[in-house]
Nanobody, 126 residues
Framework: QVQLVESGGGSVQAGGSLRLSCGISGGAFSRYHVGWFRQAPGKEREFVAGISWTLSTTWYADSVKGRFTISRDISKNTVYLQMNSLKPEETAVYYC???????????????????WGQGTQVTVSS
């Protein structure tokens, strides 16, 4: 059974930083990618960043390039999302997700991910 647990969310002022963590249990040997998504009230879930579990290749949504950094620690089975220069419009619930199918080299679509965490709230005030 694969489980993902996010942590590190909270409230921050615009321009501030937060680091989210995603602890993953189960299925390490068949895991292809891990991604971060976010969903604001009344909006669709959107891709934020992704990382290849074995190659550590990364890819980002254009809106966060240069400000967010995704990384992973294999020994801790954890993926991180460092978020800098946060904006109020980035207030959302942030989710991590794991891809065990590997259909895409750099999956950006929620449907390509097989397991999801419960989410962590990030609130950015102006």
């Amino acid at each position: 059974q694969v489980q993902l647990v996010e942590s590190g969310g909270g409230s921050v002022q615009a321009g501030g930083s937060l680091r989210l963590s995603c602890g993953i249990s189960g299925g390490a040997f068949s895991r292809y990618h891990v991604g971060w998504f976010r969903q604001a009230p009344g909006k669709e879930r959107e891709f934020v960043a992704g990382i290849s579990w074995t190659l550590s290749t990364t890819w980002y949504a254009d809106s966060v390039k240069g400000r967010f950094t995704i990384s992973r620690d294999i020994s801790k089975n954890t993926v991180y999302l460092q978020m800098n220069s946060l904006k109020p419009e980035e207030t959302a619930v942030y989710y991590c997700a794991a891809d065990y199918s590997g259909y895409d080299a750099t999956p950006r679509v929620a449907g390509r991910y097989d397991y999801w965490g419960q989410g962590t709230q990030v609130t950015v005030s102006s």
